[in-house]
């Protein structure tokens, strides 16, 4: 008989890439994640644990911008309403480009704020992120897609930031490079290397810039972290600033591409972050996973994952 005040770190929700877990309130949470060639599904917990499926929440018409490659769906409370984040190919051009879109409601459905790219620079970007500081200032963190972006000969995915107006119906400013793969971990393959997936932390005053490196359908994709002073940058990374990797662990593969999550009772910092679902065969079909982020007296981040799928774990606190 097993405990019901445990659960398995392995979700079960597979054929997902980039979960990204929405708490609504103590006992309410959503998760998105690249789900369907039509735009995005959602799910519904009200533990972290178990989730129902529900039907898209984002779905493509005739009219909108994008037409495939819908990716990394990312949801913010704002002033009332559901604000949508994601990326999408844009019918233009043929670039992957950043798109908004809103509810008043979690589930969606969610629409456009226009008909266009909401961040289009030129050429493609992929994984926004935003942060609200404590100030109300906002920014929008993302990924120069190595599809187009060419350094010394390499197609790399770099880590951008940009200030966004304070009603999100803009930007402010021009946008500024804060982190490239440079890293032995980091290492192009073959002409191709990756800093993408950027999440950002705020935590005593420093920002905490967590990212994945590695392609996706490699074994060795992984999750590192860059600190800084300033939302705009520079960010340092520190020794050591792979957090979150297979290296020999037989049970896992390609962990990465993250979000963080508060526990019901706020005292737990969660990350839900995809793995490879056959692990003898990485490909886009991956699964969610969970495990817990703590930082350390000297202000270091570090993960407690990968955790093994079979292995039962306490709830998160605060879990009814």
């Not at 890439?17 to 929405?22: Q, V």
């Not at 990394?72 to 019918?91: H, S």
């Not at 810039?209 to 300033?230: H, K, M, R, W």
């Not at 292995?311 to 009814?320: F, W």
Request: charged share 25%; proline share 7%.
């Amino acid at each position: 008989m097993s405990d019901k005040r445990t659960f398995y770190p392995d979700l079960n929700i597979t054929n997902i890439g980039d979960p990204f877990m929405l708490k609504v309130d103590p006992t309410h949470y959503y998760m998105y994640a690249t789900s369907s060639d039509e735009g995005f599904y959602s799910w519904e917990s009200n533990n972290m644990t178990d989730w129902k499926k529900n039907d898209l929440c984002y779905r493509k018409n005739d009219d909108s911008w994008g037409y495939e490659c819908f990716w990394a769906p990312e949801v913010i409370i704002f002033k009332g309403k559901y604000y949508m984040l994601y990326t999408a190919r844009d019918k233009k051009d043929n670039l992957l480009k950043l798109g908004l879109a809103v509810s008043d409601e979690p589930a969606g459905p969610f629409k456009d704020i226009k008909n266009a790219p909401f961040l289009d620079l030129g050429y493609a970007t992929i994984d926004g992120n935003i942060l609200i500081d404590d100030d109300g200032r906002i920014y929008l963190y993302f990924a120069r897609d190595c599809s187009v972006n060419i350094v010394d000969g390499n197609h790399v995915s770099e880590i951008y930031v940009i200030e966004l107006k304070n009603d999100l119906s803009g930007t402010i400013g021009k946008e500024k490079k804060l982190i490239s793969p440079f890293l032995e971990w980091e290492k192009p393959q073959g002409g191709w290397g990756w800093n993408e997936g950027p999440e950002v932390l705020k935590h005593n005053g420093k920002y905490y810039l967590t990212y994945s490196a590695n392609y996706f359908e490699s074994p060795e994709y992984s999750i590192g972290y860059a600190v800084s002073d300033d939302p705009m940058g520079p960010f340092t990374k520190p020794e050591n600033n792979r957090i979150l990797y297979k290296g020999d662990k037989e049970y896992i593969s390609g962990p990465g591409h993250h979000s963080f999550v508060y526990s019901p009772d706020d005292t737990e910092l969660w990350v839900a972050y995809h793995s490879h679902t056959d692990i003898a065969h990485p490909s886009g079909d991956r699964k969610v996973n969970l495990c817990k982020a703590y930082f350390r007296p000297d202000g270091s981040l570090y993960f407690d994952g990968p955790l093994d799928p079979k292995v039962r774990i306490p709830l998160p606190s605060g879990v009814k």
